[in-house]
């Protein structure tokens, strides 16, 4: 056990100089900046959780295990500011427990009598004040005069504390050199084996570093006291026990049975030896055990330190030489003791306290490092699946925009097309349809009116050519133009259903939007009608006017009309077919009609030259045919003349009616062709635009759906890598804690405490 001490005590100096007792505030105060640091990493370790917890990442970052953890570490921190060297005082009645620690103390500060003087227990520590003060138990918030302890804690006083009471003293740290330290003393009744016995170690000694069992010289340990140092072993585990044969100046020149001082001695010494090894087991080694007995007196070593002159409690007949001897050796013993004790307690203290405290913090490092290991591989996991979604997302989005751009060249290209070829067919079954107006006018059955009735005739006429135009248009058009038009718009559909994601397509609802629908072939788009409307013979031949009266048909002027009319009809009817835009594409055949259509025009104004043309004619006629010829030719002519004459009766009157009216309506129908094809196209090709401006509504959506949701991954793929890194950075301060922690161990347990933690 001495030579533990010797190597204690070298490596203690080393370590904070000739102060024993100065390992312990070393270590606490090594251990505190130990926990402070873990507690400002740990406090903000907390608030990185809770920030992580508020950037919706998809990863679960719980800050309650780091708050429970901050909670332990301040509980702890406390603790260990509380923590002191403790040392526990028993024994019987007058065994002298109170006069050993006032012999330590180096001063009177317990109080000390004869018989049962301490009724309870007292614990004594340093205080900067320069004034001592204690604590009464029951005014724990009110320090009170030293100078009442002799009452309340003495057995004979009527106002004496309860047994099981503890009264705390605090004295000057300056004037007693062991109060200097964070050490405490705790002074107890005698030992009394009851069922509150229990209750006092649990109380007051749970925590005690070394337990000073005080035990009269001049008789054995009893029963008694074995008994409650079995409590105390039942309780705590291997306590630390010195066994103080106080008194043992009354072996001084005494002339009892048993005149062999030293034999006495051994006998203490062996029976000790038993029963801390045999019968209570906290020791192994027998030489240990002997190096824990010690033979003192007290109140030598108290007069001594106080400066006082001691008076006996015997008569002493011996060789004064000798007795010095003895009281020398006596005084030796108690330093002997002290010794012991200081290195005893100061690394039971720093083992009992802070190794505890040690193994609590590396578990508690190892749980924080274990949460971060796990969170950093969560958010590693996360961030690879974050960024295989972005990937798939930006995929996604330049298929998207480039299935956009061709839709967009679909609608701009193809529409224009349509229209253009719409334009051109609808220009087509008209012209194609005025032209063949002789044989709408056929369809037309009701008889020819009398004068009067003409107007109404031309009224029903015209609500007929309206009917049988319209029916004749569109069944010319209606089959090529709406093929192509249901195909163009299939194709614009299909294109834009190829552009949206899946999952918009999926949410298809009674409440989707209009584009949705069509998607997905929840709604029906009825083709569009083509108004006709404008077609209208009543406004168009309002100016018509029939000319009912005889009229030779072998006239010059009605040749003439035979020959150039139908001519001068087919160039207007070109002309109003010929589409805008076309003009610059047309041929040398075409551009001749421009310069035939001014010359018919002209020879149909012939015929009202005919009394000139007659003659001229005639005298050419004349000139060259013989007369038989003329007079046969004349007479033929005038037969037919008067066929003609006697001929002209309703039934003619209608031909040449339903005549004229065709050669008047064609150029007025003509006229409109081009602004009824030009308005049929535009519906079309508008109906297309809508249908593609109401998809690109949700198109647009989409991609600015995609685009955000590129965005939240960029930034979710940015917080994930800042908690990978923060947590990089927390685990290597944890890692540096612990080593700090470690190294506490290696400092100030030694092997054994380094292999516990």
């Given at each position: 056990?001495?030579?533990t001490l010797e190597?204690?005590?070298?490596?203690?100096?080393?370590n904070?100089?000739?102060?024993?007792?100065?390992?312990?505030?070393?270590?606490?105060e090594e251990?505190?900046g130990?926990?402070?640091?873990l507690k400002r990493?740990?406090?903000?370790?907390?608030?990185?959780?809770?920030?992580?917890a508020k950037?919706?990442?998809?990863?679960?970052?719980?800050?309650?295990p780091?708050?429970e953890?901050?909670?332990?570490i301040?509980h702890?921190?406390?603790v260990?500011?509380?923590?002191?060297m403790?040392?526990?005082?028993?024994?019987?009645?007058?065994s002298?427990?109170s006069?050993v620690?006032?012999?330590?103390l180096g001063?009177?500060?317990?109080?000390?009598?004869?018989g049962?003087?301490?009724n309870?227990?007292i614990?004594?520590?340093?205080?900067?004040?320069?004034?001592?003060y204690?604590?009464?138990p029951?005014?724990p918030?009110?320090?009170?005069?030293?100078?009442?302890v002799?009452?309340l804690?003495?057995?004979?006083?009527?106002n004496?504390l309860?047994?099981?009471?503890q009264?705390a003293?605090?004295?000057?740290?300056?004037?007693?050199p062991?109060?200097q330290?964070?050490i405490?003393?705790?002074d107890?009744?005698?030992?009394s084996v009851?069922?509150?016995?229990?209750?006092?170690?649990?109380?007051?000694?749970?925590?005690?570093?070394?337990?000073?069992?005080?035990?009269?010289a001049d008789?054995?340990?009893?029963e008694?006291?074995?008994a409650f140092?079995?409590?105390?072993?039942?309780?705590?585990?291997?306590?630390?026990?010195?066994?103080?044969?106080?008194?043992?100046?009354?072996?001084d020149?005494?002339?009892g049975d048993?005149?062999d001082v030293?034999g006495?001695?051994?006998q203490?010494?062996?029976?000790?030896v038993e029963?801390?090894?045999?019968?209570?087991?906290?020791?192994e080694?027998?030489?240990e055990?002997?190096?824990?007995?010690f033979?003192?007196?007290?109140?030598?070593?108290?007069?001594?330190?106080s400066g006082?002159?001691?008076?006996r409690?015997?008569?002493?007949d011996?060789?004064?030489?000798?007795h010095?001897?003895?009281?020398q050796a006596r005084?030796e013993?108690?330093?002997?003791?002290?010794?012991a004790f200081?290195?005893?307690?100061?690394?039971?203290a720093?083992?009992?306290?802070?190794e505890?405290?040690?193994?609590k913090g590396?578990?508690?490092m190892?749980?924080?490092?274990d949460?971060?290991?796990s969170?950093?591989?969560?958010?590693?996991?996360?961030?690879?699946?974050?960024?295989?979604?972005?990937?798939a997302?930006?995929?996604?989005?330049?298929?998207?925009?480039?299935r956009?751009k061709?839709?967009?060249q679909?609608a701009?290209?193809?529409?224009a097309?349509l229209?253009?070829?719409v334009?051109s067919?609808i220009?087509?079954?008209?012209g194609?349809?005025?032209?063949?107006?002789?044989?709408?006018?056929?369809?037309?059955?009701?008889p020819?009116?009398?004068?009067?009735?003409v107007?109404?005739?031309?009224?029903?006429?015209?609500?007929?050519?309206?009917?049988e135009?319209?029916?004749?248009?569109e069944?010319?058009?209606?089959?090529?133009?709406?093929?192509?038009?249901?195909q163009?718009?299939?194709?614009?559909?299909d294109?834009?259903?190829?552009?949206?994601?899946?999952?918009?397509?999926?949410?298809?609802g009674?409440?989707s939007?209009?584009a949705?629908?069509?998607?997905t072939?929840q709604?029906n788009?009825?083709?569009?009608e083509?108004?006709?409307?404008?077609?209208?013979?009543?406004?168009?031949?309002h100016?018509?006017?029939?000319?009912?009266?005889?009229n030779f048909?072998?006239?010059?002027?009605?040749i003439?009309s035979?020959?150039?009319?139908?001519?001068?009809?087919r160039?207007?009817?070109?002309?109003?077919v010929?589409?805008?835009?076309?003009?610059d594409?047309?041929?040398?055949a075409?551009?001749?009609e421009?310069?035939v259509?001014p010359v018919?025009t002209?020879?149909s104004?012939?015929?009202?030259?005919a009394p000139?043309?007659?003659?001229?004619v005639?005298?050419m006629v004349?000139?060259?045919?013989s007369?038989?010829?003329?007079?046969?030719?004349?007479?033929?002519?005038?037969?037919?003349?008067?066929?003609?004459?006697?001929t002209?009766?309703?039934v003619a009157?209608?031909?040449?009616?339903?005549?004229?009216?065709?050669?008047?309506?064609?150029?007025?129908l003509a006229s409109?062709?081009?602004?009824?094809?030009?308005?049929?196209?535009?519906?079309?090709?508008?109906?297309?635009n809508?249908l593609?401006q109401t998809?690109r509504v949700?198109?647009?959506?989409?991609?600015?759906?995609?685009?955000?949701?590129?965005?939240?991954?960029?930034?979710e793929?940015t917080?994930?890598?800042?908690?990978?890194?923060?947590?990089?950075?927390?685990?290597?301060k944890?890692?540096?804690?612990r080593?700090?922690?470690?190294?506490?161990?290696?400092?100030?347990l030694?092997?054994?405490?380094?292999?516990?933690a």
């Amino acid at each position: 056990m001495m030579s533990t001490l010797e190597g204690n005590q070298v490596g203690l100096y080393q370590n904070g100089g000739g102060d024993v007792l100065h390992k312990f505030e070393l270590a606490k105060e090594e251990m505190t900046g130990c926990y402070l640091k873990l507690k400002r990493s740990t406090n903000s370790l907390a608030s990185f959780f809770a920030e992580c917890a508020k950037a919706e990442v998809g990863v679960t970052m719980d800050e309650k295990p780091v708050r429970e953890a901050l909670d332990q570490i301040d509980h702890i921190s406390g603790v260990i500011s509380r923590d002191q060297m403790k040392v526990a005082f028993f024994g019987r009645t007058s065994s002298g427990k109170s006069t050993v620690a006032n012999a330590m103390l180096g001063s009177k500060i317990l109080p000390v009598g004869m018989g049962d003087t301490t009724n309870c227990f007292i614990t004594m520590q340093g205080t900067p004040n320069p004034e001592p003060y204690m604590i009464h138990p029951l005014h724990p918030d009110k320090p009170q005069s030293v100078h009442s302890v002799a009452q309340l804690a003495h057995a004979l006083d009527k106002n004496k504390l309860q047994r099981s009471s503890q009264l705390a003293m605090f004295w000057p740290a300056e004037k007693v050199p062991l109060l200097q330290h964070d050490i405490m003393l705790i002074d107890s009744p005698g030992i009394s084996v009851d069922v509150a016995t229990d209750t006092w170690i649990d109380k007051y000694c749970l925590d005690a570093d070394v337990f000073i069992f005080v035990a009269n010289a001049d008789s054995t340990i009893m029963e008694a006291e074995k008994a409650f140092f079995f409590k105390v072993s039942q309780h705590l585990s291997n306590p630390n026990i010195f066994i103080l044969q106080n008194k043992w100046d009354l072996s001084d020149g005494d002339d009892g049975d048993v005149d062999d001082v030293s034999g006495v001695r051994e006998q203490h010494i062996n029976r000790s030896v038993e029963f801390l090894v045999d019968e209570l087991k906290v020791m192994e080694d027998a030489e240990e055990a002997r190096n824990r007995v010690f033979f003192i007196s007290a109140r030598e070593e108290l007069a001594q330190r106080s400066g006082r002159v001691m008076n006996r409690s015997h008569s002493f007949d011996g060789d004064p030489e000798q007795h010095e001897r003895d009281v020398q050796a006596r005084h030796e013993e108690f330093a002997k003791f002290e010794q012991a004790f200081q290195f005893c307690v100061c690394d039971s203290a720093i083992r009992t306290k802070f190794e505890k405290h040690t193994q609590k913090g590396l578990r508690i490092m190892k749980r924080l490092l274990d949460l971060l290991s796990s969170a950093k591989e969560t958010c590693g996991n996360r961030r690879l699946q974050t960024g295989q979604r972005q990937d798939a997302l930006v995929k996604q989005h330049k298929a998207m925009k480039s299935r956009t751009k061709k839709l967009e060249q679909l609608a701009k290209t193809r529409v224009a097309q349509l229209a253009n070829d719409v334009r051109s067919k609808i220009a087509t079954a008209m012209g194609d349809e005025f032209l063949q107006l002789n044989l709408v006018l056929e369809k037309f059955t009701r008889p020819f009116p009398d004068d009067s009735d003409v107007e109404e005739y031309k009224r029903e006429l015209y609500e007929f050519l309206d009917r049988e135009l319209k029916i004749g248009i569109e069944g010319r058009y209606s089959r090529d133009i709406f093929a192509a038009y249901d195909q163009l718009r299939a194709q614009i559909i299909d294109q834009a259903r190829q552009i949206m994601p899946e999952e918009w397509l999926q949410r298809s609802g009674p409440n989707s939007s209009a584009a949705i629908l069509i998607l997905t072939g929840q709604a029906n788009i009825p083709r569009p009608e083509l108004n006709l409307s404008s077609l209208s013979c009543a406004s168009l031949c309002h100016n018509f006017q029939e000319d009912l009266n005889f009229n030779f048909s072998l006239s010059f002027s009605n040749i003439m009309s035979k020959i150039v009319g139908p001519r001068i009809s087919r160039c207007m009817m070109q002309r109003q077919v010929t589409r805008p835009g076309q003009e610059d594409g047309r041929t040398g055949a075409q551009n001749a009609e421009d310069y035939v259509l001014p010359v018919l025009t002209t020879l149909s104004m012939l015929p009202s030259k005919a009394p000139l043309a007659l003659v001229i004619v005639g005298g050419m006629v004349w000139s060259k045919l013989s007369w038989r010829v003329i007079v046969g030719v004349g007479a033929v002519y005038g037969g037919v003349y008067a066929y003609e004459k006697l001929t002209w009766n309703a039934v003619a009157k209608h031909r040449a009616f339903k005549r004229q009216f065709a050669q008047f309506a064609r150029p007025q129908l003509a006229s409109v062709i081009p602004m009824m094809s030009s308005h049929c196209s535009e519906r079309l090709a508008g109906e297309l635009n809508q249908l593609h401006q109401t998809l690109r509504v949700d198109i647009d959506a989409a991609l600015k759906s995609v685009e955000t949701d590129i965005s939240s991954t960029t930034q979710e793929i940015t917080k994930l890598n800042e908690i990978i890194t923060n947590s990089s950075t927390y685990i290597e301060k944890l890692e540096v804690h612990r080593t700090e922690f470690e190294g506490f161990v290696g400092k100030f347990l030694g092997d054994s405490g380094e292999q516990d933690a």
